[in-house]
């Protein structure tokens, strides 16, 4: 719903904020709000908000943004959606507060935060992006919603901060610095993705999920974090797998039910698998006129990359939907290559992002306007097979074996020229201690980055090891968890760096790119709690995957979906490397390596030649944002 910007001088004297400069911020995220656009400037030029609108919930022209107060003094830019506003606006009339919208959530926000200031944040449910201006203590606050959703960016230069939905709002800023941040670099190649609070833009910062910003009127910026998955934890240890069963399939039908909410046409992205099959079974419920659901797969014979149009079909059959395909090509993906980078903003280098963006076009030209997704579920309730895999290494690598060994063992790969070997990274990490499992969006190993990166960023980069982006998660997590199994973490982990940095951010970043909003009923922060209530030995019983979420949806769904083995969404790029996105692929690396001093050309130039797949992929989408955005 909406993208937001705004900026705020720190010395009023040296640097007045302009509607020149918001406008052009605003406008530069279109896209993000075509219904509407709207400014506002203090008249001392210290703080200036902008707003693109998608207009969702209350259409009317008085729920327009920047919103304030009944005097003033706050004032609020708000992307997302608060699923339970209608429940908190009585008790704030109650208070006193006088409302001037119909059934506004975001009025609700501006008067909840005058009356509790950012401990607002504890009352809402639902996904939110948004910046407070307080007149009254002269602080700007961001805020980020628990679990990362909706993205919301940051840059401290110049004597003024700015922010925004999306980095290309801050560039908009002619003093705004366009370099790439190396360390965040470094810790792309290892994610693809860049861990919050870094970007790939030096001098540029996300909020991570479930933290706020507040700047005050003297410059003094405190980050912090409010909310954390484990706060909504209730063990459920002892309990009978029915009864969690049960507690899932009810809270999961809470969740799809608030995320129905809106004044505008819902639909539902389905796959055929059990996730979007379960969202389009339970958001049907009570429905009195068709769904509409929507389905991607690929033009040729690519049946390992979900071609799941048959399940799809005859899910969309059993809940009476208005069902809609596409099928993709090659031409597809290439022509669609430079308006993805733009999107992107920073390399999101899952090549699932293309699907995304051409189901979410499918949505908005069949006249919807939100969209749900099955983001989280796999993360949540051990859905992937190599998640199982990964959890029986990392039993194995709890056996009482030296860690000195362990160290042999990784000097004799790396002597034998197999240090660059997944497996040897694994026993790297097991001979030092750490959890051998970093993040379900894993890329090349640290022998891997070590032989790619040009001999200066070696030098420079000397010591650094993407561990360091993952050890503050691991601490919160052995202060916190209630169960610290390795499925818990594993879980962790996920719900605080690839979920919010780059699944939820593709779907934010493709489906906002065509003005279209998607929602996530699996991360409900409440759902998330409860999922990580469950302990490791009922979600993993029987060695079956998704256990328990198929317990709780047997009966809602058929049980032959609930049953046949996973198949991932994805994206034929191996095959299409052969092709001439491969040939696209080897004259933009060629250009980026020769152009910048990042990566070594040799090394780079040999994986294009030998192993086209994910990893060159990775690097492409790399060359392309660095020539749109820095050179």
């Known amino acids: 719903m909406c993208g937001i910007a705004g900026t705020l001088s720190l010395d009023p004297a040296a640097f007045r904020v ?143 901060l700015s922010f925004a939905s999306e980095i290309k709002a801050l560039l908009q800023d002619p003093e705004q610095e366009r370099a790439v941040d190396e360390e965040a670099l470094y810790h ?69 039910r608030l995320r129905k909410l809106s004044d505008v046409p819902v639909g539902v992205f389905l796959s055929g698998g059990i996730d979007s099959s379960t969202n389009a079974a339970l958001f049907s419920e009570g429905e009195t006129r068709p769904i509409k659901t929507f389905s991607i797969g690929y033009d040729g014979d690519y049946s390992t990359y979900t071609n799941e149009f048959d399940y799809a079909r005859r899910m969309a059959e059993l809940v009476g939907a208005e069902h809609h395909e596409r099928r993709l090509t090659q031409d597809d993906l290439i022509d669609f290559l430079p308006e993805m980078v733009r999107l992107q903003d920073e390399p999101i280098a899952d090549p699932v992002c293309v699907p995304v963006y051409y189901v979410s076009k499918l949505a908005r030209d069949n006249g919807v306007i939100v969209a749900q997704v099955g983001e989280g579920a796999d993360e949540l309730f051990w859905g992937y097979p190599s998640w199982k895999t990964l959890l029986g290494l990392q039993r194995y690598d709890d056996l009482p074996v030296p860690r000195a060994l362990k160290r042999v063992g990784v000097s004799l790969a790396t002597a034998a020229g197999k240090g660059h070997r997944r497996e040897v990274e694994l026993l790297r990490r097991g001979s030092l201690g750490q959890p051998i ?21 070696r030098r420079e980069l000397d010591g650094l090891t993407s561990w360091d982006a993952i050890e503050p998660i691991r601490r919160r997590f052995e202060a916190k968890a209630w169960e610290a199994s390795h499925l818990n973490w594993m879980s962790y982990v996920d719900l605080n760096l690839r979920l919010p940095e780059l699944l939820l951010m593709r779907v934010d970043k493709m489906s906002m790119g065509v003005g279209l909003e998607g929602r996530v009923p699996f991360l409900d922060h409440r759902f998330v709690g409860l999922a990580l209530s469950i302990p490791q030995q009922a979600k993993t019983n029987g060695g079956t995957l998704k256990h328990i979420l198929k317990k709780a949806v047997r009966g809602v769904i058929p049980d032959d979906l609930i049953d046949r083995p996973k198949q991932g969404f994805g994206v034929p790029v191996y095959e299409w490397l052969f092709d001439r996105l491969g040939d696209r692929a080897r004259q933009e690396l060629d250009e980026f390596t020769q152009t910048t001093d990042l990566l070594d050309r040799g090394a780079v130039l040999r994986l294009v030649d030998s192993r086209p797949g994910a990893e060159v992929w990775y690097l492409l989408n790399l060359a392309l944002w660095w020539k749109e955005y820095v050179a």
């Open 18 to 160: 302009t509607d020149e400069l918001i406008t052009r911020m605003r406008d530069s995220i279109a896209h993000r709000g075509p219904d509407g656009a709207a400014t506002w400037v203090a008249e001392d030029g210290r703080v200036g908000l902008g707003f693109r609108r998608l207009a969702i919930i209350d259409l009317a022209e008085a729920a327009m943004q920047p919103m304030p107060n009944e005097d003033g003094s706050v004032r609020v830019v708000f992307n997302g959606e608060v699923y339970n506003h209608a429940e908190i606006r009585p008790e704030l009339e109650r208070l006193g507060h006088r409302f001037r919208t119909d059934h506004s959530d975001t009025e609700v926000l501006v008067h909840g935060f005058e009356e509790w200031g950012v401990d607002v944040v504890h009352r809402l449910r639902g996904m939110f992006a948004f910046a407070a201006w307080d007149e009254r203590s002269r602080e700007l606050w961001l805020v980020r919603d628990r679990i990362g959703i909706k993205p919301l960016y940051w840059s401290l230069h110049h004597g003024r």
């Open 188 to 256: 792309y190649l290892s994610f693809l993705t860049t861990p919050a609070p870094q970007t790939l833009f030096r001098g540029i910062r996300k909020l991570a999920g479930g933290t706020w910003l507040r700047v005050s009127a003297d410059g003094d910026v405190r980050e912090e974090r409010y909310w954390d998955a484990w706060d909504e934890v209730e063990p459920l240890d002892g309990v009978a797998e029915e009864e969690i069963a049960a507690r899932v399939l009810d809270e999961l039908r809470t969740s799809v």
């Open 437 to 457: 499992f970093w993040s379900g969006a894993e890329s090349f190993t640290e022998a891997q980055k070590q032989s790619l990166l040009s001999p200066r960023l």
